[in-house]
């Protein structure tokens, strides 16, 4: 199957799990979503399929709709179609074995270093013992084998950094910095924390958000998280303080007075609109366009507001009176020292106007702006950071037909399973097939509700699309039985962990030879929650 045929791209919803959630995103609870669809609509994540034809060389995961989801990915996709810098991170809990599940995201950021990002793993060992209560020596064990499986599958250790949170300094020194711009209303919004959190926990989140931003320490740059969907709190915790963290607000201004960003198209729209009712099209006023928007059909313009924004915007505009509706960029200085202040003022271009806490430019476009902005901050002793994007993968149903958790061994395929144990697992999996062969062949499997079908689609067939649309179509069309099918994927299976395994001893003096102390000498009790 070739990307210029989307009619029969292979899809893996896979079904609901019995017992999923509903769509409440806890990066410490269930990991199963009832309903992907309702993520678009209730958190903002965006549909992968609307930039996947963007995407150079997509990861079979990425065509066969397994990353289901996206945030703000196309930054990445820019610098990577323009050979531009850019990055992928993401990390690991180490509170069991890697299983095929982890492979999703060794597999992400693997391919995203592939085509040319700097390439960042972690270890989440913080957040095990305090979130978890995982005690180190679990930790030292666990975090050997995710590396080890990571490296095996590919991950270019001379390109790229593995850590563990404990052991790194700079991630330390700049979860301190980040911790002065969160405060505890927000840790009780976005996580349900009271006020029998633990510190440590609360430590370990912020510690999270550092690193989300890692990357960019250095060197601004797209940066992209892949992660499940019950991760996206981090996500939007780590882009807003992000921008909290900058020098510099870049905003678009159209007069003196201030716009949020629901009013700014509203005013926007009034500017554009000036031929109607300027006395001069060429220096319109705030006091006509107030006139004219307090009327305006914005339905027809594309623009759907709320009354109370329309009414808002009014209201600054007849307060402005006569003064001249005019675009210009603003620059607000919110932490910047007065030093970059003055530097950024020196840097613009064209006409411009200071004042005590802003500078209104007028012959610059947003992009041009933003990128001087963080130029000038980077330059100053800032971070300059770019809100980081992530992109999110389908939850794999697990062998029994629930949910696939570490603590139910029936359930998934560790990794390190010896390979004829994830033989006999395969083949005692629960199926998509009816109850005989011969409902089979005359009604057809139901692939998208078989955890065996899912296996060929996330990992058996690897990135042999007509392999996967061939079980798929010989499934649902009657012809392909279950006894078969799970024989097949079970032979598959084995061999995938015979190849990965001797890959994983061969890695073994590799991570031995890199700067990361896998035997900490940690102590500490379990976290109380």
């Known amino acids: 199957m070739t990307r210029d045929e989307p009619a029969e791209r292979i899809r893996t919803d896979g079904g609901t799990a019995e017992g999923a959630d509903e769509v409440a995103l806890d990066p410490w609870g269930s990991s199963t979503i009832a309903d992907y669809r309702k ?8 549909e992968f399929d609307d930039v996947l034809d963007e995407v150079p060389n997509p990861h079979y995961l990425m065509r066969r709709g397994v990353i289901f989801g996206h945030r703000d990915y196309r930054p990445v996709l820019e610098a990577m179609r323009d050979g531009d810098d850019f990055a992928v991170l993401s ?106 959190t633990n510190i440590s926990h609360m430590q370990s989140v912020v510690t999270q958000m550092a690193d989300i931003l890692y990357p960019q320490l250095d060197d601004p740059m797209p940066t992209v ?33 201030e716009l949020d960003d629901t009013e700014r198209p509203v005013v926007a729209a009034a500017y554009d609109a000036r031929d109607e009712y300027a006395e001069d099209a060429d220096m319109p006023r705030c006091g006509e366009a107030a006139e004219w928007l307090a009327d305006a059909n914005l339905d027809a313009e594309g623009i759907l507001v709320a009354d109370s924004v329309r009414d808002s915007a009014v209201t600054k505009l007849e307060n402005a009176g006569m003064e001249p509706l005019r675009p210009r960029i603003r620059f607000f200085a919110r932490q910047a020292t007065d030093e970059a202040f003055e530097a950024l003022i020196e840097e613009v271009e064209g006409e411009k106007r200071r004042y005590d806490q802003h500078i209104d430019a007028f012959d610059m476009d947003a992009g041009d702006a933003e990128e001087l902005a963080r130029e000038v901050e980077a330059h100053h002793g800032g971070y300059g950071f770019i809100a980081p994007s992530s992109t999110y993968h389908r939850f794999m149903t697990g062998l029994t037909g629930g949910k696939m958790s570490s603590s139910i061994p029936a359930s998934h395929i560790s990794l390190l399973d010896d390979p004829e144990d994830g033989y006999n697992k395969v083949k ?15 009604l057809g499997g139901e692939a998208d509700k078989c955890p065996v079908y899912e296996l060929y689609a996330y990992l058996l067939t690897g990135d042999d699309d007509e392999f996967a649309k061939k079980v798929y179509d010989e499934c649902v069309g009657g012809e392909r039985l279950c006894g078969g099918c799970k024989e097949e994927a079970a032979t598959l299976m084995r061999e995938f962990l015979e190849d990965h395994q001797e890959k994983r001893e061969e890695a073994e003096e590799l991570l031995d030879s890199l700067d990361i102390d896998l035997e900490s000498e940690r102590r500490g009790v379990a976290a109380e929650h």
Request: proline share 3%.
């Open 91 to 196: 990390g690991f809990m180490p509170t069991g074995d890697p299983h095929i599940g982890h492979k999703l995201v060794f597999d992400e950021i693997i391919w995203h270093q592939q085509q040319g990002g700097d390439a960042y793993g972690l270890i989440a060992d913080m957040e095990a013992h305090s979130a978890r209560g995982i005690s180190w020596d679990e930790i030292n064990e666990h975090s050997r084998d995710y590396l080890l499986s990571l490296i095996a599958l590919g991950f270019d250790t001379d390109e790229g950094e593995l850590y563990r949170q404990s052991d790194n300094d700079r991630l330390q020194r700049l979860a301190f910095e980040l911790g002065g711009k969160a405060n505890y209303s927000e840790f009780q919004a976005i996580y349900g924390f009271d006020g029998e």
């Open 225 to 257: 998280i892949p992660v499940g969907p019950d991760q996206d709190p981090h996500v939007r915790f780590a882009r807003d303080l992000s921008e909290r963290m900058r020098f510099f607000k870049v905003t678009e201004a159209f007069a003196s007075f």
């Open 39 to 46: 993520l678009f609509e209730e958190f903002g994540i965006e």
């Open 428 to 442: 005692s999996a629960t199926t998509g097939g009816r109850d005989t062969a011969d409902e089979q062949r005359e």
